[in-house]
Each structure stands twice: as structure tokens, then as C-alpha cells.
């Protein structure tokens, strides 16, 4: 499987994904290309480390959004990828790139989706919202990408408990630790062994023997 992984931040994800590869917990799988709309990402210079390719497009050198989506589509259709990872990914996805990769476009969200998803729940913003709200359980969700914005179908879900004295970033880490570092690998791997369909706007994976 030839991924390509889109990141805006520090790239844990995208780390816990180069690991799993190198581990061989993900098989069949190579991640051809890396882009960020940040060229200060520490995610590039986390594949620049493990001698993945790099680049970055920015909105800002664009003069309008309509360019951008061009010059980002036409480099990530370069890599030919049969798979693009959304991994800490903050820019809204051209709709002409779902269209063309549907279903094989996937995003790992802090939540339980639907839960503390959509506009502008991202980053310590989903956790602030689960503290405020009292939950008991939180976790992360790796779902398909569609038109919307954490609407996609659900491939994986995974819980954590939240804790008594638990602050925004204590609880982002748990989450980050016990479910996004292993729930985002684990789909690659699902997908990458052909046991990941879309049925009925549902994701239905396939038990170990097809
Ligand atoms: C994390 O909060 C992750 O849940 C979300 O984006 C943030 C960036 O993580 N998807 P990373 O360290 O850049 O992978």
C-alpha cells in the first residue's frame, strides 16, 4: 500500500505510524510522501529523519484557495498514493481530492465521533469540551473522510477513561498514547491487508481469514 500522509503539527501520528511500519506491525505498506501546509511542522523533519520524502503547501503562498487546491492535489497525485492519512491535518480537504480518493482518504479525530467532532473541534479544544461536558469515557476515531467534517464512516474506535484531576493536555495525552498511536497503525494495517469495505455508508472490516 502506498501511503501518503498529510500533517499541520509535531507528527506523533504520523511517528507512531513510521514506527509500526519499521516494527512491522503495519505490512505491505511504504509511506511515499509527506505533506504539510506548515513548513515549520516538526512532522517533516520527522520523516526527513526516517528518509521520507517531504513538502510543503501553504494556502498562504497561494493568492486564492481555488490554487492552492490545485498545487495540493496535483503533489499529492504525484505520489500515486492508494491511501492519504489525514494525521493532525488542519486544512479542509479540496472536495474535487474526496471525490477522486473516496474511501481512501482516512482521518484520526480525538473523540468518540460523534461526540466533540466537527468545526472547530481539533486539538485541546475536543479535551476542554469533554471536561467541561463531565465525561467519563473519551478516546480517538479513525474514520473515512467525506464531504463533512468528521462525518465519514467509522473504521476504529478505541475509549479512555478520563481521571478525577485531569487537565486539557493530561487528558489529550492519554488519548494520544492509549488510542491514536495505536488506533491510526492498526487501520493502516486493517487496509492495507485488503480488510477494510464500505457497505451502505458503513466501514465493515473483514475477520482474519476474508
Ligand atoms: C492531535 O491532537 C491529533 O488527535 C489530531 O491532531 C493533533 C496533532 O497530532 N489528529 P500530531 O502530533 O501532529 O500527530
Request: proline fraction near 4%; hydrophobic fraction near 45%; charged fraction near 25%.
Amino acid at each position: 500500500l502506498e501511503v501518503v500522509v498529510l500533517v499541520s503539527g509535531g507528527g506523533t501520528n504520523l511517528q507512531a505510524v513510521i514506527d509500526a511500519i519499521e516494527e512491522g506491525r503495519i505490512t505491505n505498506t511504504r509511506i511515499t510522501g509527506v505533506l504539510s501546509n506548515n513548513k515549520n511542522a516538526f512532522a517533516l523533519e520527522r520523516a526527513k529523519r526516517h528518509g521520507i520524502a517531504g513538502r510543503c503547501i501553504s494556502p498562504k503562498d497561494f493568492a486564492s484557495r481555488e490554487e492552492f487546491n490545485k498545487e495540493f492535489m496535483e503533489a499529492v497525485d504525484s505520489w500515486k498514493p492508494d491511501l492519504i492519512v489525514l494525521a493532525g491535518f488542519l486544512v479542509v480537504i479540496p472536495p474535487a481530492m474526496i471525490e477522486k480518493y473516496r474511501n481512501r482518504i482516512i482521518n484520526i479525530h480525538p473523540s468518540l465521533i460523534p461526540s466533540f467532532c466537527g468545526t472547530g473541534f481539533y486539538g485541546l479544544k475536543v479535551h476542554e469540551a469533554a471536561l467541561a461536558r463531565g465525561v467519563k469515557v473519551v478516546g480517538a476515531t479513525v474514520h473515512f473522510v467525506d464531504e463533512g467534517t468528521d462525518t465519514g464512516p467509522i473504521i476504529l474506535q478505541k475509549a479512555v477513561e478520563v481521571k478525577a484531576e485531569d487537565t486539557p493536555e493530561v487528558l489529550q495525552k492519554r488519548v494520544m498514547e492509549q488510542a491514536e498511536w495505536k488506533l491510526l497503525p492498526q487501520a493502516i494495517n486493517l487496509i492495507a491487508n485488503g480488510r477494510v469495505s464500505v457497505r451502505d455508508g458503513l466501514a465493515v472490516i473483514s475477520c482474519e481469514n476474508g
